[in-house]
């Protein structure tokens, strides 16, 4: 404070920087200074000649503790107290009073701060508690829910590991079932080229044998029902199955049981933690608990549903082998019993046809055996007629009444008819016998080429056909077994 009386300039009329050592540099007592501006309650006389109340009013906002109030902080200039300077009276700056009220104030306001700052001291020792309490708290059903979490990840763990070990030994079966139906289907390429292979040599028959018997028509119907066969099992093709996307989700599954694993063991006194500010700004998820479970469920839903689908197939194809094998098999035995029946009557008409030919050859000796008798009957009637002509040219010389017509007369003109018509018979009988000669060596040769067609025939069914149609393959091999 400055001497009475002194002419310097009174800087003391604005407000004096506060030091920075006034008060402890507490932050916890900061609060408590807030707004606590000393209040002066001033009720002085103000009569002095010379602006006492101006002194007062600047006495009044001088307080040491002003810097710690927000209202002195808001004084603008317009608002402070005109500059006083140059004072050259002798007055008192305070009165007694304005110093035990201001000691006064200082007292309560150091009171004030103490409680505030002991309740503050309280308050904010039961928050450390209170939040240590809620942090361990908080961390305690993190580390609950994080359990949970593995173990809900186990759980689906294990049954993606069940659902895959099924699907993988339902696609064993399935493989399995897909190489027998390829076997049997390769099987079938077996009957379909013997039965191709004798409608071919059946086309190598010759005349009247080139028929389309029954046969013929069990033969094609059997390269149809192979065919039918064979297209019913190219389309029993096998699926891919649901396992690629099972294996995915397992390992993810397998991934996220790592980290929430190392997650739940982690603890204060962990190796490894760390700061990484903003993280929990981070919001990198795409599923919550109903779809991310959900998932899983619908990835084994589908699986099991292909797995049904897939055990229906292998039943279907199953099916489909017998049927197909009874087909071919039934079918491949009327085709047998057709060619038994055919080689039956081809041999039938075979023999019938060396009979005819035996009794054909027979007739023809004898036929030509009377051909000769004729020829010699013809002959022996020449010496006859001979005698006959003679007699009547010689009964011609007679003289005069003595060529009478006698009955000798009449019955050599009759012997010399009777041997004409009988030559002339025999004549007839002779081209008679040679036609029926000729036709009989027609017939014998129809007989003979048509045993040999029939010798055809029998040698194409029996040996050839039949020959190749003792390799078919036995009904294991058609089911798809090796």
């Known amino acids: 404070m400055e001497l009475v009386g002194s002419t310097l300039t009174a800087t003391y009329a604005h407000p004096r920087p506060t030091p920075t050592n006034f008060l402890p540099a507490i932050s916890t007592m900061a609060s408590s200074y807030k707004n606590r501006f000393p209040h002066y309650s001033l009720t002085h006389s103000l009569s002095l000649p010379w602006r006492p109340s101006t002194y007062y009013k600047v006495a009044a906002i001088t307080p040491t503790l002003a810097p710690f109030s927000k209202s002195s902080q808001g004084l603008t200039q317009s608002k402070m107290l005109p500059f006083v300077s140059n004072r050259t009276a002798l007055f008192t700056r305070y009165t007694p009073d304005d110093w035990y009220r201001s000691n006064l104030t200082n007292y309560k306001e150091s009171e004030t701060s103490r409680h505030s700052a002991e309740r503050l001291r309280v308050d904010t020792s039961r928050m450390i508690q209170d939040k240590d309490q809620q942090t361990r708290k908080t961390q305690t059903d993190t580390t609950k829910n994080l359990g949970e979490r593995v173990n809900d990840i186990v759980f689906w763990k294990s049954e993606l590991n069940h659902e895959i070990d099924e699907m993988i030994g339902e696609t064993n079966a399935l493989t399995d079932m897909k190489k027998r139906l390829e076997r049997a ?87 490894g933690i760390s700061y990484y500010r903003g993280v929990e700004r981070v919001d990198a998820t795409i599923s919550v608990p109903e779809s991310w479970a959900k998932f899983t469920d619908d990835n084994i839903l589908r699986s099991q549903s292909e797995r049904a689908a897939s055990s229906k197939l292998r039943d279907d194809i199953e099916n489909l082998l ?161």
Not at 329 to 348: G, L
């Open 185 to 271: 289907l390769a099987e079938t390429e077996g009957p379909l080229q013997v039965a191709q292979e004798c409608l071919l040599h059946r086309e190598k028959r010759m005349g009247i044998d080139l028929v389309h018997d029954d046969v013929e028509k069990q033969l094609l119907t059997e390269v149809d029902v192979i065919k039918s066969c064979q297209e019913r099992m190219k389309r029993r093709v096998s699926p891919q199955l649901f396992l690629h996307e099972l294996e995915k989700d397992l390992s993810d599954k397998q991934a996220a049981h790592r980290i929430d694993d190392k997650c739940h063991h982690l603890r204060n006194t962990s190796d």
């Open 322 to 482: 017998v049927v197909t094998a009874n087909e071919m098999w039934n079918q491949f035995n009327r085709v047998n019993v057709a060619f038994t029946n055919r080689i039956s009557e081809t041999a039938d008409a075979k023999n019938k046809i060396q009979t005819h030919l035996a009794k054909t050859l027979q007739e023809i000796f004898q036929t030509e055996m009377t051909i000769a008798a004729i020829r010699k009957a013809i002959r022996d009637k020449g010496p006859p007629l001979k005698v006959a002509h003679t007699r009547l040219d010689e009964r011609t010389r007679r003289p005069n009444v003595e060529l009478c017509r006698d009955s000798t007369q009449l019955r050599l003109v009759n012997e010399v008819h009777e041997i004409d018509d009988t030559i002339q018979n025999l004549q007839q009988r002779l081209r008679d016998a040679e036609d029926t000669l000729q036709m009989l060596v027609h017939t014998k040769s129809n007989l003979e080429h048509d045993l040999a067609v029939k010798a055809n025939s029998l040698f194409i069914d029996q040996e050839k056909c039949m020959g190749m149609r003792k390799t078919f393959p036995n009904t294991l091999r058609l089911v798809g077994y090796a």
